[in-house]
């Protein structure tokens, strides 16, 4: 019997609760690689003790290492990434680091996974100190790392130009969906645009306020619902709520809880994505898998996930926001093209798609000499 390679997975960075999307990404991504019961390789997964009481089925799944972290403590994160973690992560054929940081003396062959460049990219939105280790760390464990994995292409395409990294030491291990619709949903009454989105300036919260000013006056029973956590432009948003006249029909959530955002994304009518700066765009996603049509601001990530017969708006054009939300809520015949592309492009990205290019990656990571 061929023994399996085994591949340490470091999930050490991951607070249950506090690190969004990149959390059920890690989580959803290795679910869907344990039910496909791959024979060949054996992850072992490294994480906090918190982590496998919030995921007791990845506990039963793989092989672990349990480690004491409490909380949002970086310091003590990344000193345990220096030292414990390469103690007990010796001996296997190779390591996957999924919180975008490679340490200094990680065990080799290693890769990394990058979710996007917004830290170098847009550096205003982060502390001085955040800023200073991001411009050290990102660079660093790009160039160091065996492999580089990024959670779609646009990003890969980035990383390529940017440090020029070869496209045969990147991989695209894409974001999915758990589930997906089979028909059109009905429309929502009352009628309610979802924007699920923490608070920063490239969110672009201030243009869609304004967009829903100019909707309110045709649609008097329509709702705006932000959710997301609180983040640099959150006082200017909650000042353009109130300059709007609308605060009761503008709900700003903040950080809600997946049960919570299910029961919220049901009730939607329209997903509305204005963001300029995107990775992948989880929350389009998400909506196009529920049978919730997407209006999306051209030329990000997000875009690209709607496909051909997407509706798409210039980032900063109020009145064409407003245009394109009135025509969706009016147009029948519109929404249901828009969930049915969507319904295909959705099928392209489920996390059993994720576990496969997963296991490709390992695949390649393992046939790599030790440095």
Do not use: C
């Not at 399996?4 to 999930?11: C, D, E, M, P």
């Not at 006082?235 to 029909?249: A, M, T």
């Not at 980032?315 to 939300?325: P, V």
């Amino acid at each position: 019997m061929a023994t399996k390679a085994r591949i340490a997975i470091n999930l050490l960075h991951i607070v249950p609760g506090n690190v969004g999307g990149s959390e059920e990404y890690s989580v959803e991504t290795l679910r869907a690689f344990a039910e496909s019961e791959t024979k060949e390789i054996e992850p072992v997964i490294h994480a906090s003790e918190a982590f496998f009481n919030e995921y007791p089925d990845l506990r039963e799944s793989f092989e672990t290492e349990i480690y004491k972290l409490e909380g949002k403590k970086r310091f003590k994160r990344i000193f345990t990434e220096s030292t414990a973690f390469i103690r007990r992560a010796r001996g296997v054929e190779g390591v996957h680091h999924f919180g975008g940081h490679l340490p200094l003396f990680s065990p080799r062959p290693a890769a990394v996974t990058m979710h996007d460049l917004q830290p170098l990219e847009i550096p205003e939105n982060f502390s001085f100190l955040k800023r200073l280790y991001f411009r050290i760390v990102i660079p660093s464990s790009i160039k160091s790392a065996d492999l580089v994995v990024t959670v779609s292409d646009d990003v890969a395409d980035q990383i390529n130009k940017q440090f020029e990294i070869s496209y045969d030491s990147l991989r695209t291990v894409s974001i999915g969906v758990a589930s997906i619709k089979k028909e059109p949903t009905e429309p929502k009454d009352p009628p309610t645009i979802l924007y699920p989105a923490s608070t920063y300036p490239h969110k672009n919260h201030i243009m869609l306020i304004k967009a829903f000013v100019r909707l309110a006056d045709k649609n008097p029973e329509a709702q705006l619902v932000f959710t997301g956590a609180p983040g640099k432009a959150e006082y200017r948003v909650r000042k353009e709520i109130e300059k709007s006249g609308l605060k009761e029909r503008i709900h700003l959530r903040g950080r809600v809880s997946s049960r919570e955002m299910k029961e919220i994304l049901d009730s939607a009518s329209i997903m509305a994505f204005p963001s300029t700066y995107e990775g992948f765009g989880i929350p389009v996603l998400e909506a196009m898998a529920a049978g919730i049509p997407v209006v999306a601001a051209r030329g990000t990530p997000a875009t690209n996930l709607l496909g051909e017969n997407s509706l798409t708006v210039k980032h900063d054009d109020d009145e064409a926001w407003y245009l394109a939300l009135n025509k969706l809520l009016s147009d029948r015949e519109l929404r249901n093209r828009l969930i049915l592309e969507g319904f295909k492009q959705a099928n392209k990205y489920t996390y059993q798609n994720s576990a496969q290019q997963l296991l490709e990656t390992w695949r390649q990571l393992i046939t790599i000499k030790r440095k």
